[in-house]
């Protein structure tokens, strides 16, 4: 009964590569997001979706595609990785209201060597 | 524009210790809603508790409470007789009425010692 999942939960690859990071939500929500915390802890939030609408996209490297085939998953896809990408990934997810309080995921540690 | 200053970068207490975490926040939203996340040695991110600009009650959950002041732009957190198991890093959040964003602070990392 994982409210936010994220898989894979660590992640080590080479410069270069290719990878994707994949987020479901059991919670209901219609509002799905993708955050990058640097080394620092610092958290930046990277997309956005609402019922498969993308509706935040920061400015991060178009290498970073995010693909939403319905409103419980987001997915996150990496091209040509390069070693400013090592961080930690979290997915969360709300409802769309302000309100709304947003759920994170257990993170994904992405290591580029 | 928004922002949110966590200007505690780390602080150290001896554990039973009281310990107030300070966040203060930028916005021109006359509605806005403030967060406080948790972030233990474990890395998930753990949400602790939501308030609305309109609603200046402080709150109080077991040893945590929470002191909203609109009037200084202020959303500080304290830990009552702090335990080891608080050791963890702290964000304070803010989202406006008009945005999707949740902007973060800079976090704080709390160290209780035994």
């Known amino acids: 009964d994982t409210a936010v999942s994220q898989t894979p939960k660590y992640l080590v690859t080479q410069m270069g590569n290719d990878k994707s990071i994949k987020c479901e939500q059991n919670?209901?929500?219609?509002?799905m997001y993708w955050y990058k915390q640097d080394s620092k802890k610092f958290l930046k939030i990277m997309f956005s979706y609402n019922n498969k609408e993308l509706i935040i996209n920061e400015t991060v490297p178009n290498r970073f595609s995010p693909k939403s085939p319905d409103k419980a998953h987001l997915n996150l896809h990496i091209n040509s990785l390069e070693l400013g990408d090592s961080a930690v990934y979290f997915c969360?997810?709300?409802?769309?209201?302000?309100?709304?309080?947003?759920?994170f995921g257990p993170g994904t540690r992405l290591l580029v060597l | 524009a928004q922002k949110v200053t966590q200007a505690q970068t780390e602080i150290s207490v001896v554990e039973k210790e009281d310990v107030t975490l300070d966040c203060v926040y930028e916005t021109r939203d006359t509605t806005y809603y403030l967060f406080w996340y948790k972030q233990p040695p474990s890395g998930e991110l753990v949400f602790l508790i939501r308030r609305n600009s309109f609603d200046e009650q402080n709150e109080i959950s077991g040893r945590y409470s929470w002191n909203f002041q609109k009037s200084t732009s202020s959303f500080n957190f304290t830990i009552t007789a702090s335990q080891v198991v608080d050791s963890a890093v702290y964000f304070c959040?803010?989202?406006?009425?008009?945005?999707?964003?949740?902007?973060f602070g800079k976090g704080t990392r709390l160290h209780i010692l035994p």
């Open positions: 919670l209901g929500h219609d509002t």
């Open positions: 969360a997810s709300s409802r769309r209201t302000p309100q709304e309080t947003q759920y």
């Open positions: 959040a803010l989202r406006g009425f008009e945005g999707d964003k949740i902007i």
